[in-house]
C-alpha cells in the first residue's frame, strides 16, 4: 500500500469515527428524552394509583368495576323505592279545606266545624262537628272525585271547594 492509500483510509476512519460519535450522540438524547418521558409516565400512574390498595391497573380497574356494578344495583333498588314511594303517596291525604262555623245562634265561638281531607285525586272524606250548649255530634261523608253521594251542607260544600282548590 502507497501513502496516499492509507492517507485516504485515516481520512475514511475518521469520517466514520466522526459519523459513529454524532450517532451516539443522537442515540445519547433520545435516551434522555426517553428516561424524562418515562419518568413523567411513572408520576401520573403513581398517581392514578394513589389510595388504591392493588399493584397493577388491571386490578384497580376491576375493582373499580365492581363497585360501578353496585352501586348501578343500588340505585336501580332506590329507583323502585321512590317509585314504591310516590305510588304510596298518591293515596295520602295532600288536601285540607278547614271551616269554622257557629251551628246555633247561642252558641259562640264557631265551635263548629268542616274539615275535607282529599288525596290527589280529591278522594277522601269530610269530617264535621256541631256543637250545642248540650251536645257535639259528628259526622263523616265520603268523598268520591269530588263528589259525594250524602247531601252536604254549606260549610261542608265550602270545605270541600277550598281542599280541592288546593290541587
Do not use: C, W
Amino acid at each position: 500500500m502507497t501513502n496516499g492509500s492509507i492517507g485516504t483510509l485515516n481520512d475514511a476512519i475518521i469520517y466514520v469515527i466522526a459519523a459513529m460519535a454524532v450517532l451516539i450522540l443522537i442515540a445519547y438524547i433520545i435516551a434522555v428524552v426517553l428516561m424524562v418521558k418515562l419518568g413523567n409516565m411513572k408520576s401520573r400512574y403513581k398517581e392514578m394509583m394513589r389510595g388504591s390498595n392493588t399493584e397493577n391497573l388491571e386490578q384497580m380497574l376491576l375493582e373499580h368495576m365492581h363497585k360501578v356494578k353496585d352501586i348501578t344495583e343500588q340505585n336501580a333498588e332506590i329507583k323502585e323505592e321512590n317509585k314504591q314511594i310516590r305510588d304510596i303517596l298518591q293515596n295520602v291525604v295532600q288536601k285540607v279545606g278547614v271551616v269554622r262555623f257557629s251551628a246555633f245562634d247561642d252558641v259562640g265561638g264557631d265551635l263548629s266545624y268542616a274539615v275535607a281531607l282529599l288525596d290527589r285525586t280529591n278522594t277522601g272524606i269530610i269530617l264535621s262537628g256541631i256543637f250545642s250548649r248540650n251536645s257535639s255530634i259528628t259526622y263523616m261523608k265520603p268523598v268520591d272525585q269530588g263528589h259525594s253521594v250524602y247531601k252536604l251542607s254549606a260549610e261542608e260544600n265550602e270545605a270541600l271547594e277550598k281542599a280541592i282548590a288546593k290541587g
